[in-house]
Structures are given as structure tokens and as C-alpha cells.
């Protein structure tokens, strides 16, 4: 079956880094772009990174805009999310996500609903 698994989530102090792993299963990414969205108690979900399917477009949310970096090894079938100054309202459920309207290589999106397999996320929880 088709399948993405975060990993990398944990808790860490202000400030620190952590790098999130997603890897797929079941189908390639070539051809998929990727985002990475969170939620947080009592907030929607939301988009933070998006990557086309070909790497070569990328976007970022302004509150993570300059700390975080999305990437991705299609060879390897993954995608990466380095997250650095963390700050503790990054705190939330991290999820990865793939999307075939990613056919079109420059494709990249924020919207929930054009994405059609997600992880089960993982718990990022930045605290002193």
C-alpha cells in the first residue's frame, strides 16, 4: 500500500535544530510534490514548506521563513525538512504529504486538499 513515515520529530530546547525524514513506500516521488504542514492545539493545519516534484521550487511560510530548509532525493525516494532556531511556537504535529498534481514539475501548493497521501506525523515540541 501507499505510504509516507515522518521521522525525526522530538523535543528540543529553543534554538536547536532537528531534521524531519520522509520516506515513501509503495510509489515514487518523482512525479509527487511534497509539503510539510503542522498543527498545533486549537489551530489549523497548516503549510510550511512545499517542494515540486523536479526540486526546483520551493516555498516557505513567513514564520519559518530563513529557518527551515525542504529538500528532497527522489533516487532515495525521501524528502528532508532541516529546521533550525527553533522556536517553541514551531511546538505542533508535523506531517509530510504528497501530492500527484506534481506531474507538472514546477506544481508546488499550500492547499490541503490537493494533497493525496499523508504520513501520520510526528511530535515536534520545542520547551526549555
Known amino acids: 500500500q501507499l505510504q509516507l513515515v515522518e521521522s525525526g520529530g522530538g523535543l528540543v530546547q529553543p534554538g536547536g535544530s532537528l531534521r524531519l525524514s520522509c520516506a515513501a513506500s509503495?510509489?515514487?516521488?518523482?512525479?509527487?510534490?511534497i509539503g510539510w504542514f503542522r498543527q498545533a492545539p486549537g489551530k489549523e493545519r497548516e503549510g510550511i514548506s512545499c517542494i515540486s516534484s523536479s526540486g526546483g521550487y520551493t516555498k516557505y511560510a513567513d514564520s519559518v521563513k530563513g529557518r527551515f530548509t525542504i529538500s528532497r532525493d527522489n533516487a532515495k525516494n525521501m524528502v528532508y525538512l532541516q529546521m533550525n532556531n527553533l522556536k517553541p511556537e514551531d511546538t505542533a504535529i508535523y506531517y509530510c504529504a504528497a501530492s500527484s498534481l506534481g506531474y507538472s514539475r514546477s506544481y508546488y501548493s499550500f492547499s490541503v486538499s490537493e494533497y493525496d497521501y499523508w504520513g501520520q506525523g510526528t511530535q515536534v515540541t520545542v520547551s526549555s
Open positions: 509503495g510509489f515514487t516521488l518523482d512525479y509527487y510534490a
